[in-house]
T-cell receptor, first 112, second 112 residues
Framework: SQKIEQNSEALNIQEGKTATLTCNYTNYSPAYLQWYRQDPGRGPVFLLLIRENEKEKRKERLKVTFDTTLKQSLFHITASQPADSATYLCALPRSYGQNFVFGPGTRLSVLP | NAGVTQTPKFRVLKTGQSMTLLCAQDMNHEYMYWYRQDPGMGLRLIHYSVGEGTTAKGEVPDGYNVSRLKKQNFLLGLESAAPSQTSVYFC???????????FGAGTRLSVL
């Protein structure tokens, strides 16, 4: 079955550093991959989508890479700020049906 | 423009009771999804709908039923609640041909 793993349940970094989150998947060849942000008590919010033919995508301080050979995506937040503290989820479209599978998420804490 | 609205926000049930969760959207999206989110397990798909009058099972459908009588509403029913259904439930919508999901704020359900 299609499965997604995210590198760690929690990640603590100092303000100003670059945070790197990992999303690995198995038994799957998705056409694209998404990253969402979830704040406590709220629903996830879409951040970025990267397609299989794109190696890298950027949006302001966010950068996503997609390595279809390694079956891995890396999500980077540069010059991190305490306001970046949240849980980050990766998601893939299922190979069947119009739905998605989500990773368990990584809870990022940016310490001032 | 409310987006995706879930009601109720909180609910406590006793084992064996029934209830219905409502998801309402004003974005005219074709696809609607019900997920549950449990610690360490991420979002898991319960049921989804690709259009008015159609529904399909997700990865954890047992103990739940759904209906999509109107395009803007997607109902999730628990006929006989069990403690294992204690969770946070999220509804999401998506426009056909687009890949971004829009989530509601969630319903926190406790079954005692």
């Amino acid at each position: 079955s299609q499965k997604i793993e995210q590198n760690s349940e929690a990640l603590n970094i100092q303000e100003g550093k670059t945070a790197t989150l990992t999303c690995n998947y198995t038994n799957y060849s998705p056409a694209y991959l998404q990253w969402y942000r979830q704040d406590p008590g709220r629903g996830p919010v879409f951040l970025l989508l990267i397609r299989e033919n794109e190696k890298e995508k950027r949006k302001e301080r966010l950068k996503v890479t997609f390595d279809t050979t390694l079956k891995q995506s890396l999500f980077h937040i540069t010059a991190s700020q305490p306001a970046d503290s949240a849980t980050y989820l990766c998601a893939l479209p299922r190979s069947y049906g119009q739905n998605f599978v989500f990773g368990p998420g990584t809870r990022l804490s940016v310490l001032p | 423009n409310a987006g995706v609205t879930q009601t109720p926000k909180f609910r406590v049930l006793k084992t064996g009771q029934s209830m219905t969760l409502l998801c309402a959207q004003d974005m005219n999206h074709e696809y609607m999804y019900w997920y549950r989110q449990d610690p360490g397990m991420g979002l898991r798909l319960i049921h989804y709908s690709v259009g008015e009058g159609t529904t399909a099972k997700g990865e954890v459908p047992d103990g739940y039923n759904v209906s999509r009588l109107k395009k803007q509403n997607f109902l999730l029913g628990l006929e006989s609640a069990a403690p294992s259904q204690t969770s946070v439930y999220f509804c999401a919508t998506r426009r056909r041909g687009r890949n971004i999901q829009y989530f509601g704020a969630g319903t926190r359900l406790s079954v005692l």
